[in-house]
C-alpha cells in the first residue's frame, strides 16, 4: 500500500520561512506527479503547488506564487515544498498528495489517489 509521510511544518513568523516534505512509503512507485494542498480553518481544501515528473513543470496557486518553490527527487520520491515571506493567511493544515496517472487535473483534488495525513502550519506574530 502507497503511503505519502510529511515532515516539516510548525510555527513561523509572518515573513519567515518554512520547508514541508513528504515521501512516497514504495520507491518503485511509479509517480506521475506530486502535489500540496492545504486547509484552512473553516475553508474547503486548496491547491497550493504540483510538480509533473516528466519535464519537471511546476505549477502553483496564485495566491504562493513567488514565495513558494516545490521541488523534487525522482529517484527517491520525495517532493518538498519550500514557503518564504510567509504571511498569517497560509496559515493551514498542508496536505501532500501523489498519482501515478498521466490525466489532466493536477490543480484539482480529483487529479490525486494518495494523500498524506497533513501537516500543522502556523504563522503569527
Known amino acids: 500500500q502507497v503511503r505519502l509521510v510529511e515532515s516539516g511544518g510548525g510555527v513561523a513568523q509572518p515573513g519567515g520561512s518554512l520547508r514541508l516534505s513528504c515521501a512516497v512509503s514504495q520507491r518503485t512507485f511509479s509517480v506521475y506527479a506530486m502535489g500540496w494542498f492545504r486547509q484552512a480553518p473553516g475553508k474547503e481544501r486548496e491547491f497550493v503547488a504540483a510538480?509533473?515528473?516528466?519535464?519537471?513543470?511546476?505549477y502553483y496557486a496564485d495566491s504562493v506564487k513567488g514565495r513558494f518553490t516545490i521541488s523534487g527527487d525522482n529517484a527517491k520520491n520525495t517532493v518538498a515544498l519550500q514557503m518564504n515571506s510567509l504571511k498569517p493567511e497560509d496559515t493551514a493544515v498542508y496536505y501532500c498528495a501523489a498519482t501515478a496517472r498521466a490525466a489532466a487535473g493536477l490543480t484539482r483534488e480529483y487529479g490525486y489517489d494518495y494523500w498524506g495525513q497533513g501537516t500543522q502550519v502556523y504563522v503569527s506574530s
Open positions: 510538480l509533473r515528473r516528466s519535464g519537471l513543470y511546476t
